[in-house]
């Protein structure tokens, strides 16, 4: 990645006390150039239609940054959408990924041509854009090293949350997430090497770290991420928002529901478990599938999960103490003693996890997960279920009545939600964008702009609870733009800790911090 033609901060010339505005469209057009045109346009309308607040000039930005996201069928003409949205909106900052499908309001646009854009007017806020290439190497033991990652991202007193885009084929993002979650805490030394936890005062707010994977293509450099007029095929963007009247918060809902008991590794290595709970691990998974119910069983062959513990400092665990993982591998080999034809594939016993043996010496075998384990962790068994995943979403988003209405939001849900999980499209989309703006009475027109309404998990966004008749449209609905993500990134856990997730829906929650 070349440097970004202009990573200073965006600092705008207007009074900190101003509210936050946002806007958001979605276009499906065939033609690439117009379905930019159309959204920029959009944005800009909705823009100047929110009167400036105190102490906004008349020569303050129209829009200080927009968040783009194209989905795969426009790749090749990321570029011109690029220079149509700058030449129509005109934003101070614009950040871009590509993905398999984009979002915006109620609807996902799946597997199909779609562009979605987020624009904003920031007052007082500055807004800072890095790559992920600009990042130091962090030593273990270098406060220093942390000091410059903070510079670099914008990491600072009156730090309100960061947006991360990445491509998954060239960013270790599981390694470059505990650095910025380590430069944004303070910390240095050797919790780099485990899930960061902040050493904060009690009751103290982090700043949020968020964002998704790009997902429009399954091989290096099929994915693009822009900033400004640069198009990059590699690497990863952040933005860090600082000061002014801003507040990001974050949702974090699970698409999986767990199976069996929480266990304890006792033997492995890196991905490989070859112990659970002092048992052989394959023989623990066994007898754990053949205790299943048939729809159970059925979720296990659409595919198999494995949850990692966040915390090992609970004694029960719930929704929001595990991270998913994919259940990537069976191997049957691990544990036994090494054959000859081994000497020519560079099989060693320190390459393999430590060994474990069944009667008379056979091998058990390992379970390989797309996680690096360590022996003491905790982990359960997961599968994908839509019917849990919908009453999360639910359950989340009405814990959301607490606070005021949101500005704007981003929506990050993994690609192996929508209808290949709900068998409809757009279920995450329009349960979040109901959840924030009441659909207009169907009989009298009216609406209830002032509270959210959250609709139950089973309903479409097309559908209504009363016998399914079309819902009306949305009072005052909020922005809402994003992609459907190879990977969400996402804080979980009581502590907060940062980590990529799949199966989830991850939603960044813009408000003024004045009113929250």
């Known amino acids: ?94 950040v871009g990924v590509s993905g398999e499908s984009v979002v915006g309001g109620e609807t996902e646009l799946e597997r199909q041509p779609g562009v979605s854009l987020l624009a904003a007017r920031l007052p007082g806020v500055n807004v800072r854009v890095f790559k992920t290439d600009d990042l130091p190497v962090v030593r273990p033991d270098s406060a220093g090293d942390l000091d410059l990652v903070r510079r670099v991202a914008g990491f600072g007193p009156e730090h309100r949350g960061t ?61 693009v991420l822009l900033v400004n007029d640069s198009i990059f095929r590699a690497g990863g963007v952040g933005v860090s928002f600082s000061g002014g009247n801003l507040r990001i918060d974050t949702l974090v809902s699970q698409g999986c529901k767990p199976i069996g008991k929480p266990m304890v590794v006792t033997a492995g290595k890196r991905q490989l478990i070859t112990a659970l709970g002092g048992r052989p691990a394959l023989e623990v998974l066994s007898e754990l599938l053949e205790s299943l119910d048939d729809e159970t069983k059925q979720q296990v062959r659409r595919g198999l999960f494995v949850g990692v513990a966040v915390s090992e400092y609970k004694s029960r665990f719930g929704r929001d103490d595990f991270v998913i993982r994919n259940l990537i591998g069976i191997d049957q080999s691990v544990g036994r003693p090494p054959k000859p034809e081994d000497e020519d594939s560079g099989w060693s016993p320190e390459s393999e996890a430590e060994p474990a043996r069944g009667p008379g010496g056979a091998g058990v075998g390992a379970i390989a997960v797309a996680h690096l384990l360590k022996v003491g962790q905790t982990v359960q068994f ?51 964008a109901r959840a924030f703006a009441r659909p207009a009475d169907e009989t009298t027109g009216a609406g209830a702009p ?21 819902l009306g449209p949305l009072v005052n609905p909020v922005p809402l733009a994003g992609f459907c993500a190879g990977g969400e990134i996402g804080p979980v856990g009581a502590e907060g800790d940062v980590y990529v997730h799949g199966q989830t829906a991850c939603l960044a929650i813009f408000r003024a911090a004045t009113s929250a």
């Open 450 to 470: 002032d509270g959210p309404a959250v609709l139950p998990a089973s309903l479409s966004g097309v559908a209504s609870a009363k016998g399914g008749r079309p």
């Open 163 to 223: 947006v991360l885009l990445v491509d998954p084929f060239s960013v270790p993002v599981n390694a470059v997430l505990p650095i910025l979650a380590a430069a944004r805490d303070g910390q240095a030394g050797s919790t780099l090497l485990r899930p960061v936890r902040a050493a904060l005062r009690p009751g103290a707010r982090r700043a949020p770290i968020i964002g998704g994977v790009a997902s429009a293509s399954p091989r290096p450099g099929g994915n």
């Open 382 to 432: 997961h599968v994908r279920d839509a019917r849990t995943a919908g009453e999360d979403l639910a359950m989340l988003l009405d814990a959301q009545r607490l606070h005021d209405r949101p500005s704007g939001l981003l929506l990050f849900t993994c690609n192996g939600r929508g209808s290949r999980l709900f068998n409809q499209a757009s279920h995450d989309a329009a349960m979040i």
């Open 1 to 94: 990645m070349n440097p970004l033609p202009d990573s200073n901060p965006v600092r705008a010339q207007i009074a900190v006390g101003a509210a936050p505005v946002f806007a958001s469209a979605l276009s499906g057009h065939l033609d690439a150039r117009q379905a930019a045109v159309q959204v920029a346009r959009q944005c800009r309308a909705d823009l100047a239609a929110h009167p400036r607040g105190p102490g906004e000039g008349a020569d303050a930005p129209a829009c200080d940054l927009a968040i783009l996201f194209f989905s795969s069928h426009h790749i090749d003409d990321a570029r011109l959408i690029a220079e149509a949205i700058r030449t129509e909106l005109a934003p101070r900052v614009l």
